[in-house]
DNA sequence: GCGTCCATGAAGGCAACCTACAAGGAAGTG
DNA sequence: CACTTCCTTGTAGGTTGCCTTCATGGACGC
């Protein structure tokens, strides 16, 4: 017929989908020079092609300028929602493609928080053997409120959450509840609490503790015990790590939280539940809408339900 | 971070927006010279595409010979249907994009059935003289399974239907069901039925008929005429053009099958109903999904909901 | 068997995109 | 307030990718 041109008149502003990628990754990643790191061009490259995205959809301004760096504009965070879209529909058939030539394959990239990864990590890895994916995990201690930033280089992020299943700040992310693990006192072995097999707030805060730093999750739980037996508990040490923790536990009559699942028992180590209270952490994954539809990537999500299942059952 | 090559190992096999943007295409016209001239290259050009395609995506065989040209294999199918899904996505953004622009625009192109833009066209260029969506509306007389060869080239076709609100071979369509036709028995103003408010089928078979070739759907309403009455139907003339027939009509004691809207009244022409009989044909819009997202197509396509609400009311 | 239609290939031009380099503005620091 | 640092933007020039032209070869129909 007459194949002529697609679209008469004013046709400015025409979306593109290389223009609706790089708005998304800017909205992701925040600067200029962080898209331009990520997608190996340098941050002279992105600027031309923000500038040309800019005239190609009628001049309306996508950036503007923020302190030292830039920012989205309305209209350019609208846009960066349409990338996201696009991104997860490519992502789709990117899957489908996969299945067809024959199930999942190629490298998935996760960050995982070191307790979370020794819960999971090995019946994972297991689970991934007989299969052409391969995990690339590294371990990172961060808190609740850094893993969005995560989610750009990483495929899956493995962190905890203490409010509920869904971390704080999870806001065009996709997140999987992986586990839900309580969170118990921890003593020595042959401590005069293990003879119970539930131990009352009254009861641990006759004991001195092993803390957390302030303003940690774990503190919670602390908290909550101060509360419920009406005395604040005395705190030796504030530590971060979690073995340290369960040595010092180990070789003294003090007691600290400690996680249920991740921490190791029988090292003359004995965890205990607190009556009344069900204080826990959710283990969740967190990921980008379009990377969760990876087939590989939906894989060693589903090896990590079911290494998570194994740790409950 | 370590901004590493986004995907190690054999990472031959990943799909491109562009390259499933082809495949559709080549789906939808099913040559290459049609592809190369719908989108203005010459057939080299898409024949290059094509081989990178293949080449990126791993070696798999996107389209074979066949016959004189090429038809996509199952792969390539595969690829072709995630292109549609992409091309809906694009379109969605666009359209929030419109709409955030303010309201739709542009050019929305539409083939319309001559019998069918007669009822409709004046009700939906009436409604969109206020807004900045451009019509451009060519009739064709096409049957109802070209349909879907005229969408590649058009926004909006409207055509009709014999077997439902669903044409026949709307495979990756949408349709929209625009309006119910009732078919009626057209005959002289002072035609001796022209006193009764309903005819019956053994009314009009006393009567000779002005009909339509051998296989028109029209021709369907005849042979249940015959089968109530039990009698054949006596067809002086077989004509396809239904101005045509009403003037033949109005000139003579023979009486033709005639749409129940499109059939201007009162030029020495009265339409009766078939007592007993719901023969209809459906006005429908027929268009591909991703069009179907435009703003400017969807006020068309309201514009033509509407006027068929007129027509009806 | 010849003409026609369609797809594919090689060679070369052109435009788009990127890099390199430089400049300017905004925060933090002494 | 001067200085440093960091981020973005602009210009000039090179490279790559995509397209056109021209030519070849296969498949169908007369």
């Not at 990643?29 to 941050?43: F, K, L, Q």
């Not at 003090?254 to 009556?275: I, K």
Request: hydrophobic residues 45%; contains cysteine; charged residues 25%.
């Amino acid at each position: 017929m007459d194949a002529e041109p697609r679209r008469r008149g004013h046709d400015l502003s025409r979306v593109d989908p290389r223009h609706l990628d790089l708005l998304r990754e800017l909205a992701d990643r925040g600067s200029v020079t962080a898209v331009a790191e990520a997608t190996h061009r340098t941050p002279s490259a992105v600027s031309q092609q923000l500038r040309t995205a800019q005239r190609e959809l009628g001049g309306i301004p996508l950036v503007e300028p923020h302190g030292r760096g830039v920012r989205l504009t309305e209209a350019g965070l609208l846009l960066a929602d349409g990338g996201r879209d696009l991104a997860r529909a490519v992502a789709q058939v990117q899957a489908r493609w996969d299945e067809y030539l024959g199930s999942a394959s190629g490298t998935v990239r996760m960050a995982a928080l070191p307790s979370a990864a020794t819960i999971l990590l090995p019946g994972v890895l297991d689970r991934l053997t007989d299969t052409a994916v391969h995990l690339e995990c590294i371990d990172v201690d961060i808190a609740e409120s850094e893993y969005s930033g995560m989610v750009a280089d990483h495929d899956i992020v493995v962190g905890h959450s203490f409010t509920g299943p869904v971390p704080a700040g999870a806001g065009h992310l996709v997140t999987a509840a992986l586990l839900r693990e309580p969170l118990d006192i921890a003593m020595r072995a042959d401590h005069a609490l293990a003879a119970k097999a539930r131990v009352t707030a009254r009861d641990v805060v006759r004991h001195e503790w092993y803390g957390v730093p302030l303003g940690y999750p774990f503190d919670d739980l602390r908290i909550a015990v101060e509360t419920a037996a009406g005395t604040p508990v005395r705190v030796v040490q504030r530590l971060r790590d979690n073995r340290l923790i369960e040595a010092l536990v180990a070789a003294s009559d003090r007691v600290a939280v400690l996680p249920r699942y991740s921490t190791t028992p029988g090292a003359g180590l004995t965890l205990r539940p607190v009556h009344g209270m069900d204080a826990a952490r959710w283990i969740v994954a967190i990921l980008r809408p379009d990377r969760a539809e990876r087939l590989a990537v939906r894989t060693v999500l589903d090896a990590l339900r079911a290494a998570a299942r194994d740790v409950v059952g």
